[in-house]
């Protein structure tokens, strides 16, 4: 079965990528489940409920968190009350909303999704790995197959959780730092794991935002408020192909389009299910 990761959707041209990709991708591929990251879906830092709703309408199933999660402040009862947006499940005991939850995908077949978040470089969450360790068990016997959103800044951080929790969950997409990373693989006990997704936005950007207000922040070292960036979206992301039954990765594809690409018929070529 393939389950469809998106990289963190940035502000507006985010979702429009989202939705263009998802609406052309089913003509190709049976994708059973769609995930995607969406702590930047509003205006480039948390959520809203339309822009949550925009994306639950094109086709997202369930939406994963990190430290931008609590930006909006509208965001929090979405977080609170919606199942199918998670926030880090490593945050400490008594934090609003879920940090995993079980969703059935087009075929019937359940998954358990679960957002996790790093400490290195990011912030003061509980431990990943030993979260990992005390609740993979109730996870497992909810579903067979897992899948792992790790919303880390550290490549070595994120690298280790791969050997960490490889063959205990089916799959591991980092998110966090936007650029996509070209180490798609299937780990060594049968985890699909990638460094990072990459992210759904606007191409000509800086990790989503406008070049000249990033570029003033590096060369001035004065606050600034930084800008969804404009032109082109593009759409990033990963296929994990999942055995139902047993939860091993068979198969993992990473992609990157841009919204002319995705409007060309010889991209899809490659999506093609056999």
Same mark, same amino acid.
């Given at each position: =079965?393939?389950?469809?990761?998106?990289?963190?959707?940035?502000?507006?041209?985010?979702?429009? $990528?989202?939705?263009?990709?998802?609406?052309?991708?089913? @003509?190709?591929?049976?994708?059973?489940?769609?995930?995607?990251?969406?702590?930047?879906?509003?205006?480039? =830092?948390?959520?809203?409920?339309?822009?949550?709703?925009?994306?639950?309408?094109?086709?997202?199933?369930? #939406?994963?968190?990190?430290?931008? %999660?609590?930006?909006?402040?509208?965001?929090?009862?979405?977080?609170?009350?919606?199942?199918?947006?998670?926030?880090? *499940?490593?945050?400490?005991?008594?934090?609003?909303?879920?940090?995993?939850?079980?969703?059935?995908?087009?075929?019937?077949?359940?998954? @358990?999704?679960?957002?996790? *978040?790093?400490?290195?470089?990011?912030?003061? /969450?509980? /431990?990943?790995?030993?979260?990992?360790?005390?609740?993979?068990? $109730?996870?497992?016997?909810?579903? *067979? /197959?897992?899948?792992?959103?790790?919303? $880390?800044? !550290?490549?070595?951080?994120?690298?280790?959780?791969?050997?960490?929790?490889?063959?205990?969950?089916? *799959?591991?997409?980092?998110?966090?730092?936007?650029?996509?990373?070209?180490?798609?693989?299937? #780990?060594?006990?049968?985890?699909?794991?990638?460094?990072? !997704?990459?992210?759904?936005?606007?191409?000509?950007?800086?990790?989503? =935002?406008?070049?000249?207000?990033?570029?003033?922040?590096?060369? #001035?070292?004065?606050?600034?408020?930084?800008?969804?960036? @404009?032109?082109?979206?593009? $759409?990033?992301?990963?296929?994990?192909?999942?055995?139902?039954?047993?939860?091993?990765?068979?198969? %993992?594809?990473?992609?990157?389009?841009?919204?002319?690409?995705?409007?060309?018929?010889?991209?899809?070529?490659?999506?093609?299910?056999?």
């Amino acid at each position: =079965m393939w389950v469809l990761f998106l990289g963190d959707i940035v502000g507006k041209p985010g979702r429009k $990528a989202a939705a263009e990709f998802l609406s052309r991708v089913r @003509a190709y591929r049976d994708v059973d489940l769609a995930i995607a990251n969406g702590e930047n879906t509003a205006s480039g =830092m948390g959520l809203t409920e339309p822009s949550v709703r925009e994306l639950f309408e094109a086709g997202v199933d369930v #939406l994963t968190g990190g430290n931008h %999660i609590w930006d909006k402040k509208e965001g929090v009862p979405l977080v609170r009350s919606d199942e199918r947006i998670l926030r880090p *499940a490593n945050y400490p005991p008594g934090v609003d909303g879920r940090g995993w939850g079980v969703y059935h995908g087009r075929s019937g077949t359940p998954y @358990a999704v679960i957002s996790l *978040a790093g400490r290195v470089f990011l912030g003061d /969450c509980d /431990c990943p790995f030993r979260w990992a360790d005390d609740n993979l068990p $109730a996870v497992r016997k909810a579903a *067979a /197959c897992v899948f792992v959103d790790f919303h $880390a800044e !550290a490549t070595s951080e994120k690298r280790a959780l791969g050997f960490y929790l490889d063959g205990r969950v089916s *799959a591991i997409a980092g998110t966090h730092t936007h650029v996509q990373t070209s180490d798609a693989q299937l #780990l060594p006990k049968g985890t699909g794991y990638i460094t990072d !997704a990459g992210m759904c936005g606007p191409a000509g950007s800086v990790i989503g =935002m406008d070049p000249q207000g990033v570029l003033r922040r590096f060369l #001035l070292q004065v606050p600034v408020r930084f800008e969804v960036g @404009a032109g082109e979206p593009e $759409a990033s992301g990963v296929f994990f192909d999942i055995d139902p039954s047993k939860g091993d990765c068979r198969r %993992i594809q990473s992609f990157r389009l841009s919204e002319t690409e995705m409007r060309s018929k010889e991209p899809w070529k490659t999506f093609s299910s056999p």
